[in-house]
């Protein structure tokens, strides 16, 4: 009797304790993402903040040139950039933020399907799990869409257990701002509806909800795009050469499993076997059992697969690993659904399993987290190759000169050179500069001085080639300046 009452009080501190825990869990989570946010700037998110993010505000929500920027993310990114500064680690503030949300959003996600302990394992394994802290500290609008799936998700559960026009407008509002965000929320936000269609109650007033609220997604994603539309065009947001299907016979022969093997290493690479394998039986358990896990008829993780693949297989996108980003934390909700919830259906249980996992969890996340400090200054104070480059050229750099650099060198020295405060016009080459200062790539086979003249839509047979002087060298990097011929 005494050790009934003493699982039992164990079970409800925990669960009464739940909010300072999850608390807990978001820290250790911030910590293990903060020694990554002044890491090296990437091309993409490079790119994105000096094109679009650091031009205007009207350049932000009309120019969708490239699908690279992320409109809804890119708001916030220059609202960050304009009040903190340019700085790697404000332009990447907005994706904290949101990664930091998708934990407490995995949270209420587990919770609302399963129970609270389900809940702060999910929550756990979303601020642990290494791919979550990667797309956490780039400045990119993942997170974001990852966010988004998962309130939508709690919330089509609430719309299930208990309708109310609430649910429905946060829902529809979360689904518009997601596909503002990056268009590849359509697969979440379909998956949610359609299971919500599968599982809701059959009347009238659900089916009005249901409706209103899909039709009403895609008036709000058209007036949010109207600017792109009428600037740049629906073609470059619906049929641009990122987005269109690839050939059908590449598609089906190679591409798709070397894209899924690619997403699959990326997201397990970090990540011990041992582990890896727990997770992934936990998925398993939470299908297998399902209906005695859980109270839906329908498997939402099912759905969610099946309706994707059928999506994917019907569009032919190229699916690199940042396309699934936003499912890791669902998935990561259900392999803690396996686990937690079929411990607590094991018979004559001495101890409360659900509680002890949860506890597991928690303190070894707290582990990772003290464990990762040491290393936080030196991760906070890396200098990559091409941003020792800028701030060379930055002092280097005379009136009348122009820099000129190749892929996948140009966007990260772009950003760095005007975080520096050197003006755009240093690096947008004119035929008449006095001197051009080269950053080559020494490890790209194709590039020289003369294909990075020519990418610029120079004339390289005008450049005194014979008497170039180098400059520097960093790493992979070499710094070379030419003058044109007389």
């Known amino acids: 009797m005494s050790d009934t009452f003493a699982i039992s009080s164990t079970k409800k501190s925990l669960i009464s304790g739940s909010g300072p825990l999850l608390t807990l869990i978001v820290l250790c989570g911030l910590v293990l993402r903060i020694g990554e946010l002044n890491g090296p700037v990437e091309y993409d998110e490079a790119y994105s903040v000096v094109e679009f993010a650091s031009r205007s505000w009207w350049t932000v929500i009309s120019d969708y040139s490239l699908p690279n920027n992320h409109i809804f993310h890119n708001l916030l990114v220059r609202s960050s950039l304009l009040s903190l500064g340019l700085h790697a680690w404000s332009i990447r503030l907005p994706a904290l933020v949101a990664g930091l949300g998708m934990i407490a959003a995995a949270y209420f996600m587990g919770k609302a399907f399963y129970s609270k302990e389900t809940g702060l394992v999910a929550a756990s394994l979303t601020a642990f799990f290494p791919e979550l802290v990667h797309f956490s500290t780039i400045a990119r609008g993942y997170t974001l869409v990852g966010l988004f799936s998962l309130l939508i998700f709690w919330l089509a559960q609430q719309i299930i257990t208990r309708p109310a026009r609430r649910y429905w407008v946060m829902m529809t509002a ?27 109650p059959r009347n009238r007033k659900f089916f009005t909800g249901w409706l209103t609220s899909g039709l ?185 000169d122009a820099i000129l650099a190749g892929y996948p060198n140009n966007a990260a020295l772009w950003y760095y050179l005007k975080e520096y405060g050197v003006s755009d016009t240093a690096w947008q080459a004119h035929a008449n500069a006095g001197r051009y200062l080269v ?14 003249f020519k990418s610029y839509g120079l004339d390289p047979t005008r450049i005194d080639l014979k008497n170039v002087i180098a400059l520097g060298e960093y790493g992979k990097i070499r710094i070379f300046a030419c003058k044109p011929l007389k």
């Open 174 to 200: 979360c689904s518009a701002l997601g596909l503002w965000t990056i268009p590849i929320m359509l697969y979440p936000a379909s998956a949610a509806y359609l299971w919500v269609a599968l599982e809701g």
């Open 216 to 400: 009403a997604i895609g008036l709000f994603a058209g007036l949010l795009y109207s600017p792109a539309l009428a600037i740049s065009g629906w073609r470059r947001i619906l049929d641009n050469g990122f987005v269109q299907p690839v050939d059908a016979k590449k598609f089906f022969d190679w591409l798709l499993l070397a894209r899924l093997e690619q997403t699959w290493g990326n997201w397990t690479n970090q990540l011990p076997w041992q582990l890896t394998s727990v997770l992934v039986c936990g998925f398993l358990l939470s299908v297998i059992l399902h209906r005695k896990l859980g109270s839906s008829r329908w498997p939402l993780s099912v759905l969610l697969l099946g309706w994707c693949a059928l999506l994917v297989l019907a569009r032919r996108p190229d699916a690199f690993d940042r396309f699934w980003s936003w499912m890791i934390a669902p998935l990561l909700v259900w392999s803690a659904a396996g686990l937690v919830e079929t411990t607590r259906r094991i018979r004559n249980q001495q101890v409360s399993w659900p509680t002890i996992l949860s506890w597991l969890a928690i303190v070894g996340l707290a582990i990772s987290a003290i464990i990762s400090l040491p290393g936080m200054p030196l991760r906070w104070a890396k200098v990559s190759n091409v941003q020792a480059s800028a701030l060379y050229l930055a002092a280097e750099l005379q009136p009348g």
């Open 439 to 452: 950053l080559l790539a020494t490890n790209q086979k194709d590039q020289s001085i003369e294909t990075i």
